[in-house]
């Protein structure tokens, strides 16, 4: 799912070009993707937006009489009526200047789609996650610390803080130098705060490239893999600080990237898959993992 850089610049997007109008149509491609059942969807026809907002990993576009609609997933904009992508078009949003249409390439089925009616049923939905712009030193330290659990995790566990996933949350950790599997019961108040920082400046650094990139048009290029980042989704290539080879660990459908030298003092973090194999075979560096492919060839 699109991460908070990515909604960020969605949300500018889509209001610059639909403020103001009036939803004229819903159109439902595929029928998993509304995930309620009232109001229905043609409360919303002849309606204006008047905001747009992000709500964690959502979008929710405001409209008149207090009626709202929130959305996950990546988006496309194109003509009036313009028609659904095949498979990977799931709903079209038509309006008088053109077509927000919602789209999902994979088969995980996380796009979503939300009617409701006032502030309050908007509200519920949300994880209540730390908003990172809206917190202190201190209080970020003691969100981070209420419960014990991996940094990797708290960071993007949407009840912990808001509009962190996998791709941005390889991406701060490298940038402050600390372990993904390091447990937030051993995290220092200075490596707390030095997280924070990375946290920021790479949330506004991918923010403000993504910003740069929608003013050519409408940003659909909305991906997890960016050739700006420095780990993430680039397993086996340099570190750009170091030099030492990306690593990853895999857990279930996700992917977490790693420098071992900048970020784990040179050890491998065991992947749960390869180590139930190789048990005490496990390589505990990266020249261990590399003598033992050269003896395997």
């Given at each position: 799912m699109p991460e908070l850089p990515d909604v960020l610049v969605y949300c500018e997007a889509i209001a610059e070009r639909v403020v103001g109008h009036a939803l004229t149509k819903i159109r439902l491609g595929s029928p998993f993707v509304l995930r309620t059942y009232a109001p229905p969807a043609s409360a919303f026809e002849g309606k204006k937006v008047t905001s747009v907002e992000r709500l964690g990993k959502r979008i929710v576009l405001a409209f008149e009489g207090d009626l709202h609609l929130m959305i996950a997933g990546r988006f496309k904009w194109g003509p009036v009526a313009a028609k659904l992508p095949g498979r990977l078009g799931l709903v079209a949003f038509d309006f008088d200047v053109g077509t927000l249409i919602l789209t999902e390439a994979g088969t995980k089925k996380r796009a979503s789609l939300h009617l409701v009616v006032g502030r309050a049923a908007v509200l519920a939905m949300y994880a209540g996650g730390v908003e990172l712009d809206a917190c202190t030193e201190a209080s970020f330290f003691a969100t981070l610390t209420?419960?014990?659990?991996?940094?990797?995790?708290?960071?993007t566990d949407p009840r912990i803080f808001s509009g962190i996933g996998n791709a941005y949350s390889d991406e701060i950790l490298w940038d402050a130098q600390l372990s993904p599997v390091k447990l937030t019961s051993r995290l220092t108040r200075a490596e707390s705060d030095r997280l924070l920082a990375s946290a920021r400046s790479t949330l506004a650094r991918f923010t403000d490239l993504l910003r740069a990139a929608a003013k050519k048009g409408f940003p659909e290029k909305v991906t997890a893999f960016r050739p700006e980042m420095?780990?993430?989704?680039?397993?086996?290539?340099?570190?750009?600080?170091?030099?030492e080879k990306v690593q990853r660990i895999v857990f279930a459908t996700n992917e977490h990237d790693y420098c071992p030298k900048c970020q784990t003092d040179g050890k491998l973090l065991a992947d749960r898959g390869l180590s139930r194999l190789l048990r005490d075979d496990w390589p505990k560096s990266v020249e261990e993992l590399d003598e033992m492919k050269a003896v395997r060839r």
């Open positions: 209420h419960e014990n659990h991996t940094l990797k995790r708290s960071l420095a780990v993430h989704g680039r397993y086996g290539l340099p570190c750009p600080r170091c030099g």
